[in-house]
Every structure is written in structure tokens, then in C-alpha cells.
């Protein structure tokens, strides 16, 4: 059993910026490929970013060159850092955890509660 916990969401003016965090805890055995998710209302859950143990980086196209993920593997910690962000940037952001695939989110085995993220025009 594996428990994430996410911060930094927030109100943020477009261009403004936010970092998010997202800490595990519990019975970690193998965090492969960690990632971010997000959800606007009425839209499907789409990946944002992963990042797997060798620190190789996926972006969705929507947020290359604006967004930045990393991870602390010794606090067991990935990160987003979104900068210019956009008010087509709002929506829940879900921290996500692949126990077991390489390089790319597979099947999520945990999730995170969701940080809301607002940006406004």
C-alpha cells in the first residue's frame, strides 16, 4: 500500500507559475515511472508528464518547453514545475505511480487526491 500526497495547487494569474509535489509513502517497493495527470471538467484525464527512475522525460505537446518534471528518488518525491502557465492549463492535477513499466506510465497502480490548479486570463 502505497499513499501519495500532492501540494502546491493554487490560483495563478496566465504566465504566472506553480510547482507541484507529490510525496510517497507506505510499503514502496518500486516506484518505476511516476507522472503527473490533470482533468479539466467534462474532459477525460489526460498525462501531463512521467518521469521514470533513470530520469527519462515525457511531455504531453500541450506543455513542452513550459512544464518540467523531476523526482528526488531518496524522498521518494516527483515534481512539476509549470511555468507560463495558461488558463487552458486549469484543471485537477493527479499524481500517478507505475510500480513496475519502463520509461513510459503503462497502468497506474496509485493516485494521488488531485490539487486543484487555476489560471486565470
Known amino acids: 500500500q502505497v499513499q501519495l500526497v500532492e501540494s502546491g495547487g493554487g490560483l495563478v494569474q496566465a504566465g504566472g507559475s506553480l510547482g507541484l509535489s507529490c510525496a510517497a509513502s507506505?510499503?514502496?517497493?518500486?516506484?518505476?515511472?511516476m507522472g503527473w495527470y490533470r482533468q479539466a471538467p467534462g474532459k477525460q484525464r489526460e498525462l501531463v508528464a512521467s518521469?521514470?527512475?533513470?530520469?527519462?522525460?515525457n511531455y504531453a505537446d500541450s506543455v513542452k518547453g513550459r512544464f518540467t518534471i523531476s523526482r528526488d528518488n531518496a524522498k521518494n518525491t516527483v515534481y512539476l514545475q509549470m511555468n507560463s502557465l495558461k488558463p487552458e492549463d486549469t484543471a485537477v492535477y493527479y499524481c500517478?505511480?507505475?510500480?513496475?513499466?519502463?520509461?513510459?506510465?503503462?497502468?497506474?497502480?496509485?493516485w494521488g487526491q488531485g490539487t486543484q490548479v487555476t489560471v486565470s486570463s
Open positions: 507506505g510499503s514502496i517497493f518500486s516506484l518505476n515511472v
Open positions: 518521469i521514470d527512475r533513470g530520469r527519462n522525460t
Open positions: 500517478a505511480v507505475d510500480r513496475f513499466s519502463i520509461a513510459r506510465i503503462g497502468n497506474v497502480d496509485y
